[in-house]
């Protein structure tokens, strides 16, 4: 059974680097064909897609926050990383790690960490 579990500070400071990690049980993620997802949704907000990593190890950034993001893999602990830099109170989402097969839906998510940007 696939499982991925997010995990990572709950609260971080105003212009500090949000850092999360998304831990995968039950699948590879370097096995082909699947790309690993960050999503994040704000308080009365939609679902916001930030970028994700692929099996070759390909990352795709959603523009509006690229320049922040960047987002990472350690194939020997099967689990990949997301870091937001620059925080601010806007940034204050749950987020959470997605599994999709390339061209398909999201097959499985994690349950989401909430994350609050205060000082």
């Known amino acids: 059974q696939v499982q991925l579990q997010e995990s990572g500070p709950g609260l971080v400071k105003p212009s500090q680097t949000l850092s999360l990690i998304c831990t995968v049980s039950?699948?590879?993620?370097?096995?082909?064909?699947?790309?690993w997802h960050w999503i994040r949704q704000s308080p009365g907000k939609g679902p916001e897609w930030m970028g994700c990593i692929c099996y070759t190890g390909d990352t795709y950034y959603s523009p509006s926050l690229k320049r922040r993001t960047a987002i990472s893999r350690d194939t020997s602990k099967n689990h990949f990383t997301l870091q937001l830099s620059s925080v601010t109170p806007e940034d204050t989402a749950v987020y959470f790690c997605?599994?999709?097969?390339?061209?398909?839906?999201?097959?499985?998510w994690g349950q989401g960490t909430q994350v609050t940007v205060s000082s």
């Open positions: 997605a599994k999709e097969k390339v061209g398909g839906l999201y097959e499985y």
């Open positions: 039950g699948a590879s993620i370097t096995t082909n064909y699947y790309c």
